[in-house]
């Protein structure tokens, strides 16, 4: 059974329904329970602090540097960290081992110098492990952006949206030009290790006239072996105008369900338990309502 996600999601008109008074009574105390006992089902963990900072010269020389930070109170194994930038992908050194509390900082020169005035998409993509043995390595995403001697934001507005299927899902991406001119642009489309889309060879140019929008479907699948989970998706467009460089980034999340056989054990446990609480605690009600 699939289903679709838009990030801007128009809300539909709510009305006032009135409650019964005993189900107002108990209402609370069962939202705060709900609360209290799921969120933890799906807090995200990540004792992997990342920062970036940029400087460029006069002459357009840029230069990176990354701060990673371990917040947990376990050392973190197997860092590997590279830069996304300027349509390619450079690969850093990767750190053995981070101590709990301990900090390390990498500086990249390889960005190309840039020439035109404005913005410039980076993205530092960091995997690791949570200790040397364990099974899975975590991938985290960062966007960072700067810009040469004064910022342009790009005018194109997006949207991301997913259909989702037990085996493979759909990246919806709809682009539109409000401005007065045709738009060259340049997408480049950054996903997890984890996945991989079908007809997007990461970067994909497209002409959208004054006015007009561009809509298109990338097919995602789960590399073998992965877990099912819900991934970041980074969509960064870039184009230029004689001396002057936009850029912009639509960010959304596709998300792979449980397949054949996979159950979600504790929050089912979770819900069941809720369900039967819920059913006593206003059957007892009703029955004080009935017989006072």
Same mark, same amino acid.
């Given at each position: 059974?699939?289903?679709?996600?838009?990030?801007?999601?128009?809300?539909?008109?709510?009305?006032?329904?009135?409650?019964?008074?005993?189900?107002?009574?108990?209402?609370?105390?069962?939202?705060?329970?709900?609360?209290?006992?799921?969120?933890?089902?799906?807090?995200?963990?990540?004792?992997?602090?990342? =920062?970036?900072?940029?400087?460029?010269?006069?002459?357009?020389?840029? !230069?990176? /540097? $990354?701060?990673?930070? &371990?917040?947990? #109170? *376990?050392?973190?194994?197997?860092?590997?960290?590279?830069?996304?930038?300027?349509?390619?992908?450079? =690969?850093?050194?990767?750190?053995?081992?981070?101590?709990?509390?301990? !900090?390390? /900082? $990498?500086?990249?020169? &390889?960005?190309? #110098? *840039?020439?035109?005035?404005?913005?410039?998409?980076?993205?530092?993509?960091?995997?690791?492990?949570? =200790?040397?043995?364990?099974?899975?390595?975590?991938?985290?995403?960062?966007?960072?952006?700067?810009?040469?001697?004064?910022?342009?934001?790009?005018?194109?507005?997006?949207?991301?949206?997913?259909?989702?299927?037990?085996?493979?899902?759909?990246?919806?991406?709809?682009?539109?030009?409000?401005?007065?001119?045709?738009?060259?642009?340049?997408?480049?489309?950054?996903?997890?290790?984890?996945?991989?889309?079908?007809?997007?060879?990461?970067?994909?140019?497209?002409?959208?006239?004054?006015?007009?929008?561009?809509?298109?479907?990338?097919?995602?699948?789960?590399?073998?072996?992965?877990?099912?989970?819900?991934?970041?998706?980074?969509?960064?467009?870039?184009?230029?105008?004689?001396?002057?460089?936009?850029?912009?980034?639509?960010?959304?999340?596709?998300?792979?369900?449980?397949?054949?056989?996979?159950?979600?054990?504790?929050?089912?446990?979770?819900?069941?338990?809720?369900?039967?609480?819920?059913?006593?605690?206003?059957?007892?009600?009703?029955?004080?309502?009935?017989?006072?």
């Amino acid at each position: 059974m699939g289903g679709s996600l838009w990030y801007n999601l128009k809300m539909a008109s709510l009305m006032r329904i009135k409650m019964p008074p005993a189900f107002s009574a108990v209402c609370p105390g069962i939202v705060a329970t709900l609360l209290l006992t799921v969120s933890p089902l799906f807090a995200h963990d990540d004792p992997l602090e990342i =920062s970036t900072q940029s400087q460029v010269t006069r002459e357009g020389k840029v !230069s990176l /540097t $990354l701060t990673l930070r &371990n917040t947990g #109170p *376990v050392a973190l194994s197997q860092i590997h960290p590279m830069f996304h930038f300027h349509h390619t992908m450079d =690969s850093m050194e990767t750190i053995s081992r981070l101590d709990p509390g301990q !900090s390390v /900082t $990498l500086e990249n020169k &390889n960005h190309p #110098p *840039v020439k035109r005035v404005g913005s410039y998409p980076v993205l530092a993509m960091v995997r690791y492990q949570k =200790s040397p043995d364990a099974p899975d390595t975590i991938t985290r995403i960062h966007t960072h952006s700067f810009y040469y001697q004064s910022p342009m934001v790009s005018l194109i507005e997006g949207r991301i949206g997913t259909s989702v299927n037990e085996k493979s899902s759909m990246i919806r991406v709809l682009l539109k030009n409000p401005s007065p001119s045709f738009k060259d642009i340049r997408m480049t489309l950054l996903l997890p290790p984890e996945l991989k889309a079908k007809g997007f060879e990461r970067i994909k140019g497209v002409t959208i006239p004054s006015g007009e929008q561009k809509y298109f479907e990338v097919p995602v699948q789960k590399v073998a072996g992965t877990r099912n989970g819900v991934f970041p998706i980074h969509l960064l467009i870039e184009y230029g105008e004689v001396v002057r460089h936009y850029s912009g980034e639509i960010q959304g999340q596709i998300y792979f369900g449980p397949g054949k056989g996979e159950i979600f054990q504790p929050q089912l446990l979770v819900f069941l338990f809720l369900a039967v609480m819920m059913f006593q605690v206003l059957q007892k009600r009703f029955k004080w309502l009935r017989n006072p």
